[in-house]
Every structure is written in structure tokens, then in C-alpha cells.
């Protein structure tokens, strides 16, 4: 199994973000992919390859054009309205009962307009940095049409929570997303999207919602107690033609493998009749016991477990990170997931 990564995804490298109300030390850091490429490396799964170059087009085939090239200006708009800050954050949003259908001038307004939370800070080179994770996940998704069984895209900064317009949740292009895009486009029939992070993945969600040819599974701490709080429950079953073709799985703090085994179980088996020709999965080594924003209980091996059972499936597999905070057993966790698909 090949990995694909690309040392611009370092560029992104926030030092603090707003989290529960307060300023902390940041989470999604470049240390994370660091520790992860050096454990694939010792094991030995196969070549470690840049991504190729890819245009815009297939990032514009989720995200929507005035998101990307927001995203693309950022820096410079930010510079012309002679902000000095290295790490931004918007401040205030366009919830319930105000205008989403203007477009602000002022950066403030455009960077809450774009934006869902506060703890994903844009810096000079987010946009590299994002749009290089999304040629990782492209490259992998080549890989798959390339006839590879199997491909791990090393992506960072993480891509779950982005919708087609908005940022959040350490997230600004939807990875995984735009690798599914991208394979329909390329001629796959059907894909599905098995979502494994802790947090629900609310943008690949939204982004697929009514459509039946991409099916999306997320197995995620409850939404009324965990981020993103307001999408990830059991009862979106998506819309109109995507109507049965959304399946969320909230489990409550505390959840260990026994009860969270058993929602996988489930979902491989929904999975099963959709019959998929390829599968993504976004995979969180979040749901770990230790890790610092997590409330679940899953041991290493369960990651093997994980693994294991997405192989059963027997489809072409795209693996494509997410989250997974704990630095010290990051590299070990992630190793094991793609080693219990593999063996
Ligand atoms: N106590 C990913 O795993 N912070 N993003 C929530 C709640 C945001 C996680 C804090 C977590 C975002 C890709
Ligand atoms: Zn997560």
C-alpha cells in the first residue's frame, strides 16, 4: 500500500486556537503528520510518494468558487487591510435571522461568512497547505483508478468538518470529499464514504446529502455532547435522491470498543448492500482512550480491529486522515489500522 504525502501540508502550523471558550495551545499541528509518516516509514507498507499537481477543478467540483478563491486570497486581503496578526480567527457569524446572501467587503465579515467556528486559524500559507492535503487525497484516489487495492493519502490539516462553503473544525478543503468527487468523475459508480474520527463529518455529510451515488456512514461522539454540535444524528437519513443514503451513528462519552464494534459492525453490513465499487474512509485516530479531546475508550488494538474489518468488505480502499490528537501514539494507532487492513 502506497502513502502519499507532501511536506507543504507542514506550512499550516497554527500555535493556538479557541477552544472551549478559551485560547489554547493548538491541536491540529504539523508534528501530527511528522509522527505519522515516520511510523509508515518503519513499517514498511510500501512507496512514500509526493501527490501530483492537480487545477482547481476538482476542488471546484465540491467547494463552491467564492470559498476557494477566499480561501486562495486570504493572506494577501488580509495584509491589504493591514492586519499583522500570523494566526486569524473570526469573531461573528451569520446564524439564525441574519443575511447569508451578501458577501461582506470588510475581512471580518468574510472570514465569519466562511466560517463555522473559532478554532481553526488561518495563517500566510493555510492555503497551501490545504490545498496540497487535497492533492494527496486526489493522488490516492488516481491510485485506486490506477488499480491499487489500497492507498493511504496522508493528509493534514484534516478535511471532514469543511463544507462546500465554510471552514471549521481544523478543516478548509474536504478531502475526502473531493477524492470521492473526483473518482464519480473519473467513472466509479458508487462510492462510500465510512467516517471513523470522533467527531461527526458534518461536511461530507452536508456535501453528499442528496445525492444516492455517494454514501456516507459516521460513527462519532453524540452531537448534543461533542462538536460540531449542530449535525450527527440519527435521524438524517439525507434528502431526496440521498434519501437513505446518510447513516450516523452517535455514541455517548465513555463509548469503548464493545458498543462502538458493534456500530461498525452495523455499518459494514449497510455498506455491504450498497455494494460500493470503492470505499474512503476517513480515518480519526481521535476515538483513542488518551487522546486529549476525546471522550472515547478505543485501545491500539482496536485500530487493528478497525482495519481488519473495513478489509473484509473487500473493496478498493482509500484511506484518508483525518484527526487524532495524541502525538505520542499517533504514529503507533494509525500504523495499526492500516496494518490490520493489510494483514
Ligand atoms: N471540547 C477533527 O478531528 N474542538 N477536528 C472542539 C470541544 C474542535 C476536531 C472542542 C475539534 C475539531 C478533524
Ligand atoms: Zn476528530
Known amino acids: 500500500m502506497k502513502t502519499i504525502f507532501s511536506p507543504d501540508q507542514l506550512l499550516h502550523a497554527p500555535t493556538k486556537e479557541i477552544s472551549d471558550g478559551k485560547l489554547v495551545a493548538a491541536h491540529e499541528v504539523p508534528a501530527r503528520a511528522e509522527i505519522i509518516l515516520e511510523h509508515i516509514r518503519k513499517a514498511q507498507f510500501g512507496e512514500i510518494q509526493p501527490p501530483k499537481e492537480f487545477t482547481l477543478n476538482a476542488i471546484l467540483k465540491v467547494h463552491d468558487t467564492d470559498y476557494v478563491h477566499f480561501l486562495q486570497d486570504f493572506w494577501k486581503l488580509w495584509q491589504e487591510a493591514g492586519r499583522t496578526e500570523e494566526e486569524v480567527f473570526p469573531f461573528v457569524w451569520p446564524v439564525h435571522g441574519l443575511r447569508h446572501d451578501i458577501v461582506p467587503d470588510h475581512i471580518d465579515g468574510k472570514l465569519g461568512f466562511y466560517s463555522f467556528d473559532a478554532g481553526s486559524p488561518m495563517g500566510a500559507h493555510t492555503w497551501t497547505a490545504a490545498r496540497s492535503s487535497a492533492e494527496t487525497a486526489l493522488t490516492g484516489a488516481d491510485l485506486i483508478l490506477s488499480g491499487e487495492g489500497a492507498a493511504f493519502a496522508l493528509c493534514r490539516p484534516p478535511g471532514h468538518h469543511a463544507h462546500r462553503r465554510l471552514y471549521g473544525g481544523y478543516c478548509f478543503l474536504n478531502n475526502a470529499a473531493i477524492a470521492a468527487q473526483h473518482l464519480r468523475d473519473q467513472g466509479v459508480g458508487k462510492v462510500t464514504i465510512l467516517d471513523v474520527d470522533y467527531h461527526h463529518g458534518n461536511g461530507t455529510q452536508a456535501i453528499f446529502y442528496d445525492r444516492a451515488d455517494v ?129
Open 215 to 343: 454514501q456516507f456512514l459516521s460513527i462519532h461522539a453524540d452531537p448534543k455532547v461533542e462538536f460540531p454540535y449542530y449535525l450527527g444524528h440519527a435521524n438524517e437519513r439525507g434528502l431526496k435522491e440521498g434519501a437513505g443514503y446518510n447513516h450516523n451513528y452517535p455514541l455517548p462519552h465513555g463509548t469503548s470498543w464493545d458498543k462502538w464494534g458493534e456500530a461498525l459492525e452495523d455499518a459494514c453490513r449497510t455498506i455491504m448492500k450498497f455494494a460500493p465499487d470503492v470505499v474512503i474512509v476517513s480515518l480519526g485516530m481521535d476515538p483513542y482512550e488518551n487522546d486529549p479531546i476525546s471522550q472515547f475508550r478505543l485501545k491500539t488494538d482496536d485500530f487493528t480491529r478497525i482495519g481488519a474489518r473495513i478489509a473484509q468488505l473487500g473493496c478498493p480502499t482509500l484511506f484518508v486522515m483525518e484527526g487524532g490528537y495524541l502525538i505520542g501514539e499517533l504514529g503507533v494507532n494509525c500504523t495499526k489500522a492500516l496494518s490490520g487492513y493489510l494483514d
